[in-house]
């Protein structure tokens, strides 16, 4: 028996209503077992993030179960799914979501802080989470005064603060050039290596892909054969 982290079954999603209603998923099934590095991969409008979203207790799906840790979704309350998304899950998106204003350091113990952690831990696990990213020169700056790729690496700092079990990144390097974004891409793979944090990377980017243990295709809110993707591509 695989060690799962989510299980997905048949997973429905749709937004709007009547006429306006658009069917996003319908019905995706997966499985990622702990340690996994799988991207989900499908041109624009496939469901890559409205899957994720769901996959990362971000949003609820219409039809259809989510199992997290072997816990159904559906039976949590609103307090338990949030305390299990702080506790297990760290967020890596192409818009970065710091808090301009804020510090280096005060971006990445937010969800420490969110979760209840006193200031001293806060301090002593954000400034270790910044060490690892080699951040900790600027951890008193403001986050705005950073380069994009210094960005994504408080980004990524701030996803590992909480020491979680999965990363999910949309799209992490697609602000980024070549370069940075090959950066971040060995920092990712390098905590699904050494710490076996399971990664779920949604992108189009065909070599991050190829980077990972696994590719899940959507095609039009459904999983498809990869040729049949890349038909669509
Ligand atoms: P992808 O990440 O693969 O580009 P998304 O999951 O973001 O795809 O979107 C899938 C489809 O659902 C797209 O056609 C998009 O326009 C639509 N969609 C996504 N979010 C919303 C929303 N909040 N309201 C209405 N339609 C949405
Ligand atoms: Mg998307």
Redesign the pocket.
Known sequence: MPDLVLEAESIHKS??HGAGR?D?LKGVSLRIGRGESVAIV??????????M?ILALLDAPDQGALLVEGADAATLGAAEIHRLRNRDFGFVFQQFFLVPDASVLENVVLPLKIAGVGKRERTERGMAALRALELDDKARNRATDLSGGQKQRAVIARALVGEPTVIFA?EPTGNLDSVTGGVVEDILFELNRTKGITLVI?THDLELAARCDRQIH?RD?LEVAPELEAVAA
């Open positions: 937004y709007g658009f996003a499908g041109k624009s409008g496939s469901g890559k993030s409205t899957l979203h949309d949604v959507l809110g």
